[in-house]
């Protein structure tokens, strides 16, 4: 028998506890209760906010209550919101990873102030130091519910400073604003304004980098969407996660717009296997960027956002889209040029490639994890695992000359064994990889090799 709905209507919204947070910031996240006619409404919109409140972040806990309305308003409910916020608004964040498409390892630090203004907002200031010079400092803020818009709004500035001379014999600093829209944690619509320069101190970069030497400016709008319900992104047993972020850029009349569309797609997928707390994780990403406007047919991507492959990576946990190739060096795998020669006396420059990066990159990968038969490990969630991965890079300005047997043939693999040890700070793996297959001009790395991920 079906229950009958209850009429009753929201006549007061009362908040408690809220020191620092503006009302209306809370009143947004009920707002729609007062429009709810039956107790059964009512109570689902109670239970939709309390979600939300967790998304925004910003108290320890929270009570959500209702009492009798007044007694000249029959039918009718006041909503009590008790709210705590924490006494230390501020956290700070120091890890060690490996990230393929950057540098090899970085140390990375996160200072956070939350709720400084009292609109739920979160402040934070990010820098990442990695070998090799590489640096990257920003600042942003992000709001999560503004007034009536059913999106959070986030802003941030960016300094990076990279050395990429030893791969590809050029020098990057960029500076660069991006703000944008970010919905149910879920969907991010943004716009990215940056100045790039490109230098090459040593001048033996080779002909296609030095074609793109000096001063560019990126205009560019992104859209990104990102879904996972995996139980654990460090050590995922079932279930899946997808992301994918299109981008399109040289938007204004400016002529050292960079203009490109970019597109990224990103699959994983967890079954269990009921044994040793075993799973099965599957994964495939690809990426593809092409020039646009007149005459596009006869320019090239620029270098900077282009797809790289190789160097330390963890296959399973982060979705980034198609970096990861396990067994190869940083920039190790894809289209290479010879550099400049300078009398300089130096033999070891003679016959170095620079890597050029990819218009297109798919891969994909297998990652089996079990319990170690140790009371130890199993406590603290120390496990083995076996992977195999496989992917391919390729260059589209020669697209005349692609074959499907050149497509197939271009594909490296490669595969590998190792012990995984999650932390608080960082997911640790240690690895033994074997190359089953590359290309000539590809830069292999054999033997143990150490991963370091975001938990």
Not at 100 to 124: A, C, F
Not at 146 to 153: E, H, I, L
Not at 410 to 433: D, H, K, Q, W
């Amino acid at each position: 028998m079906e229950k009958e709905d209850v009429n009753v209507r929201v006549h007061d919204i009362q908040i408690k506890g809220n020191k620092r947070t503006k009302d209306w910031v809370i009143e947004s996240v009920l707002g729609k209760m007062k429009e709810a006619t039956t107790l059964q409404d009512i109570l689902l919109e109670a239970a939709k906010a309390s979600v939300q409140m967790e998304r925004m972040d910003v108290f320890e806990r929270w009570v959500i209550n209702f009492d009798v309305g007044p007694p000249e308003l029959p039918g009718t409910t006041n909503v009590i919101v008790e709210v705590v916020e924490p006494e230390r608004p501020y956290s700070c964040n120091v890890g060690m990873f490996s990230r393929p498409e950057s540098r090899k390892w970085s140390l990375e630090g996160t200072l956070k102030w939350k709720n400084l203004l009292g609109y739920g907002e979160t402040w934070d200031g990010t820098g990442c130091y990695g070998w090799d010079s590489t640096a990257e400092n920003s600042v942003g803020v992000n709001f999560p519910r503004f007034r009536t818009w059913p999106a959070g709004f986030f802003t941030r500035v960016s300094l990076l400073s990279q050395d990429w001379h030893k791969y590809s014999s050029y020098k990057e600093r960029l500076l660069g604003v991006s703000t944008g829209l970010i919905h149910d944690n879920n969907h991010e619509l943004s716009y990215n304004l940056t100045w790039r320069n490109l230098a090459d101190p040593s001048h033996r970069a080779s002909k296609t980098v030095r074609g793109q030497l000096g001063h560019s400016l990126l205009s560019a709008v992104k859209y990104s969407y990102r879904l996972d319900t995996r139980d654990s992104s460090v050590r995922p047993t079932e279930g899946f996660a997808f992301s994918t972020s299109s981008q399109i850029a040289g938007l204004g009349p400016d002529a050292r717009l960079s203009r490109f569309f970019r597109q990224e797609l990103d699959f994983r997928f967890a079954v269990p296997l009921g044994v040793f707390n075993a799973a099965l994780n599957l994964g495939a990403s690809a990426g593809l960027i092409v020039p646009w406007g007149k005459d596009f047919l006869s320019k090239s991507t620029p270098l900077s956002d282009r797809f790289y492959m190789g160097g330390p990576s963890c296959l399973v946990s982060e979705l980034r889209g198609p970096f990861s190739l396990v067994g190869f060096r940083t920039r190790g795998v894809g289209p290479r040029e010879l550099r400049r020669l300078v009398k300089s006396g130096n033999e070891e420059e003679i016959g170095k490639r620079d890597t050029l990066g990819g218009d297109f990159a798919i891969n994909g990968f297998a990652d089996l994890s079990f319990d170690l038969p140790l009371k130890f490990l199993k406590e603290h969630d120390i496990h083995a695992h076996v992977f195999a991965c496989s992917g391919n890079i390729l260059s589209l300005a020669d697209r005349k000359n692609m074959t499907a047997q050149k497509f197939f043939s271009g594909f490296r693999s490669s595969v590998g064994a190792g012990l995984v040890i999650p932390t608080r700070m960082f997911r640790l793996e240690i690895n033994y990889c074997r190359v089953l297959k590359y290309q000539e001009n590809d830069r292999v790395r054999k033997g143990f090799q150490l991963c370091f991920s975001p938990p």
